[in-house]
């Protein structure tokens, strides 16, 4: 035993050298075993000094930018503002999580990006996250910006909640005109109940109206007009009503424009603040009748389970949206100006069209033209001069026979006014001579030297 | 004489035209009808004309009616056809190289060249400047000696 005892040391020792060989050749095999890097999207057998590489960190900056800018532009849009998703929107929905190395998509969700943004605030892909970092060192400390925090992500679900409600509950009656609160509140009740019973007339007219052609309701048409295309702006939330009048009210699935979710971002923060809270109250909610608008085209299996989880289909009573919406048949201006626009018509309307259209266009004009541009000030005195002749107000006086306009001469030395009044001084001279002369009035290719010499000598 | 654009021939028109054109290029083109290089000008205009509308009018004058004489004079015509540019009745500059910068001697040798051309005058008359640099190449601009200088 005691000569087994050295000898295990002996044996440990040289195990340890072999071990340190053993080391170092497996250091050497993993200095030369490759790896693929995701972010410089390289195989390389550096090891763990990869990432320590000033390509390896730019590639990784770009990396996450890109990952990030899709995050803030579409998902974190959408976390502070839920909005419904549509089924034909949903293939553009997607996003990959570079993370996680997965697709989240959207297609049974309800809500715009509501998978990525489960997905996001879920602990799975903290964990991903937390993996990726270390492996690819981005930097923990960036971790946030990579995810959904807990409270966030509670507070997207409320919002979602809220809305779902309220396109349950929605539709609207004359009496309410007021904040969501107060319709959600007050009067669901009565919405659902009532309408289940609109429902069956909904669906029985819709399969009639599927193949025929079906006289317009007015009502519904003008409802649905006023009411999709105000909401039309906003966003995403294409869905409309189109109650009982399955064909007719086949208004636009969209305007053509909102494809992509790029488009939603981009063009609803400007005009979103206009229209958050409508002030007239005549907010329709977007879930009425997906069935009914879009039901016979295509039966896709989503949105029949969205039909059945919604159910309340709301019918927009007619009398709410006359409350001085107008429509169509009236001649007022289609909603998809912008509020601060429709104003603007408004007054033009009451005070008179002609005026103010040419005073706007004009200030418009202004305000967009540099005013450094050559004959600046002229052009504005005229433009009033110009205006004012429209109105009649200032009888239009032919300028003097003998205006010329500002002109640089060819041989000129001061200002253009010099070159003027130069002109006019030659040209008292040359009256003179043209009665005398006929010739000169004719001109030739050139002019011959001796007009020329008389020219100048004066 | 239908191929021609909007002719003008008294002083009045042509004052009327460089006050009412607001904020957009004028050219006006002196020349006379029976000249084939004007002609030629005036198809190469006729092109165009739509296609600068937005920034620019297009006129011609005739030099042989007596009443726009004092522009021909005002002007120093001695060339036909030649092109001035207006813009807010202020006349811009443009340098070819020659000469003379007050006007464009001459015919465009392409279309493509006249719109370079009014382009360049609308930019930089936008900018303030009376006078700017022609954009085309040297080859492209119609050379003519201008015969006399002052005394």
């Known amino acids: 035993m005691p000569i087994q005892n050295p000898n295990p040391n002996k044996k440990k020792k040289k195990h340890s050298n072999q071990d340190d060989d053993e080391d170092d050749t497996v250091q050497g095999k993993q200095q030369t075993q490759f790896e693929f890097c995701k972010v410089c999207r390289l195989n390389h057998n550096q090891g763990r000094r990869h990432i320590y ?10 990396f996450l930018y890109r990952f990030q800018s899709k995050f803030k532009n579409d998902v974190a849009f959408y976390l502070k503002k839920p909005m419904p998703l549509r089924p034909e929107h949903a293939a553009l929905n997607r996003l990959w999580c570079v993370f996680c190395d997965f697709d989240i998509l959207e297609y049974d969700s309800s809500f715009a990006c509501g998978n990525a943004i489960a997905h996001l605030a879920s602990a799975e892909h903290l964990k991903g996250l937390k993996s990726f970092l270390w492996k690819y060192g981005g930097g923990m400390d960036r971790m946030d910006s990579f995810r959904i925090s807990e409270s966030d992500f509670t507070k997207w679900e409320k919002k979602c909640k ?7 509950g929605g539709g609207s009656h004359g009496s309410l005109i007021g904040p969501l609160n107060d319709i959600h509140n007050e009067s669901k009740s009565e919405y659902v109940n009532s309408f289940d019973k609109n429902k069956l007339d909904c669906l029985t007219s819709d399969v009639k109206c599927s193949n025929s052609v079906v006289p317009l309701q007015d009502h519904t048409i003008e409802r649905s007009q006023i009411s999709h295309s105000k909401i039309c702006t906003v966003g995403p939330q294409i869905l409309h009503a189109g109650t009982g009048v399955g064909l007719g009210a086949r208004t636009p699935n969209g305007l053509p424009g909102f494809f992509g979710n790029q488009h939603y971002t981009h063009s609803v923060p400007k005009e979103g603040p206009a229209y958050s809270c409508p002030n007239d109250g005549k907010q329709v909610y977007p879930y009425e009748g997906i069935a009914i608008g879009d039901g016979h085209s295509q039966g896709t299996s989503s949105e029949e389970s969205r039909l059945q989880s919604l159910q309340n289909l709301t019918q927009i009573s007619s009398s709410a949206q006359e409350n001085g919406g107008g429509n169509v ?22 005070q008179g069209l002609g005026d103010l259209v040419s005073s706007l266009g004009e200030q418009m004009k202004t305000s967009k033209l540099n005013p450094k541009r050559v004959g600046a000030a002229w052009a504005e005195r005229r433009k009033i001069e110009l205006e004012l002749e429209k109105r009649g107000e200032l009888v239009r006086h032919d300028f003097g026979a003998d205006w010329l306009p500002n002109f640089g001469r060819v041989w000129q030395s001061g200002s253009r006014k010099d070159s003027r009044k130069e002109f006019l001084g030659e040209n008292k001279t040359w009256r003179k001579v043209d009665s005398q002369i006929e010739k000169p009035s004719q001109l030739q290719p050139y002019i011959s030297k001796r007009m020329r010499t008389e020219n100048t000598a004066e | 004489m239908n191929y021609l654009l909007t002719t003008l021939t008294k002083k009045q028109e042509v004052d009327s035209m460089i006050r009412d054109t607001i904020d957009k290029v004028l050219v006006l083109c002196f020349g006379r009808a029976s000249d084939s290089i004007f ?8 092109k165009s004309v739509r296609e600068v509308s937005k920034f620019a009018t297009v006129a011609l004058v005739d030099i042989d009616s007596d009443d726009v004489q004092v522009y021909v004079k005002y002007f120093d015509i001695t060339l ?11 006349h811009m500059k443009m340098d070819c190289g020659s000469a003379d910068h007050t006007k464009w ?3 465009f040798l392409r279309k493509q060249d006249f719109l370079d051309v009014v382009e360049a005058i609308y930019r930089g008359a936008m900018k303030g400047k009376l006078i700017v640099t022609c954009p085309l190449p040297p080859d492209r601009i119609p050379k003519f000696h201008l015969l006399y200088e002052d005394v």
Do not use: C, M, R
């Open chain 2, 80 to 90: 036909i056809p030649s092109t001035v540019f207006f813009f807010n009745a202020h």
């Open chain 1, 53 to 62: 590489f000033p390509n390896h960190k730019k590639a990784l900056s770009s």
């Open chain 1, 162 to 168: 809220l809305l779902k409600s309220e396109a349950a």
């Open chain 2, 105 to 107: 001697v001459g015919t």
């Open chain 1, 329 to 350: 048949h009236s001649g007022a201006p289609p909603p998809w100006f912008s509020a601060a626009e429709k104003i603007q018509l408004d007054n033009k309307l009451n």
């Open chain 2, 39 to 46: 002609l030629q000008l005036d198809e190469i205009l006729y």
